[in-house]
């Protein structure tokens, strides 16, 4: 499985995505799932994949041959669409027909393959949208009221989301809550794993204003896991009983 | 949906169950999901269940018709059976005929119907022990390596319980711990809803040594709720970013 979250906030957009991939227990392995597209100041495009690894490579393959297309015109490249609606359409239809394809193949074993995605971006003097695209290829955007979208396994990660983000949360807080909503899940499910992909688009930036990975071994992120703990256990032990 | 924690602690066993039933969205209904089997000084065993309300209404009615009947046998009561593992066997084997027979009806429909139980007690002079026991009726146990079961929407609640339980949790601290459980799972699954119902077992005491129902209008666990938000937001304020 794996854990995407991304949180549309009026500074900006905050995205962080594992890497683990298994096919069962015991073939367990590491492939990103976070992938960007970017015109500086003219753009700024992120893709986070959930689901079959065959779906989301070849569905991000054709996307990204299409971006770097220059043949490719603004009904083909995300790059060049008029707006982050049409890239929703764009990945959408691109997302169905892969999803469809595979499925096909998979059938005559019984067996299906489908893919979600999360896809976040700006472009030049347009707001900033998110949107969480379905295998079928529809598409559903984060709002005011529901700032952020997640695919995978979300359950873990979603009461400290629902606890501390609104739309006013600056980029900070937005970054450690994210890493605290993986933390959650990184820890009760095996099947989300590190190292860990976050990137940040800000209000206006057109460009990926941070991108890091974060490894298994980097002691900031075990660092603040160690005090979310520390502090979840003394809160629970201040809280009265009922 | 529904979420039902058990605890099997050095102390005794704390339970806790939610009330809501939905058939669709629009069909919520409140039904009591645990259930208490007692011989004061001889016995003392809670039932909980997740699932299908015809399957788990079905069961729960077999098994208390069997352990009022004083005909029953030591193979067919569950206050007889020699021990809790037999207990579970007849649980078990009861769920997995219930389940048989509602589904053969279903099958006519392209539907099925299943559930899970979780069952807990101590019979004079023998430890206490806790298991899951699944819809083709067979089952697992808790243990001190992994002390908590849970049935039903049961990821929102876990980070929790794998942050702060361990068998040497005092009572008072697994109460406060499966209701932080149980007020996470309420904030981000609306299919799982108040009333509360809470067991405590302690070890070697053979009876229920509390049982209340908390209500949705509970003003402590209101107050809980919120100290436990209002700490999660602090901890959150103080906790620096990776």
Redesign the interface.
Known sequence: MTYCVGLLLKAGMVLLSDTRTNAGLDNIATYRKMFTFVTPGERAIVIMTAGSLSVTQTALARLSEAAEDPDADETRSILRAPSMLAVAEMVGATLADVTAEISEKMERMHQSASASLIVAGQRKGRPMRMFLVYPEGNFIEATEDTPYLQIG?H??G???L???ITPETTL??A???V??SMD?TL???LSVGMPLDLAVIEEGGLEIARRRR?EAS?P??A??SH???D??????Q?????
């Open positions: 396994e359950k873990y979603k009461p400290i629902d606890r501390v900070a807080d970054e450690k809550a890493l605290l959650s820890r009760s499910n974060i980097d900031h992120f660092r603040m005090a979310w703990s502090a979840l256990r003394d809160a629970f201040k809280i009265e009983g009922v």
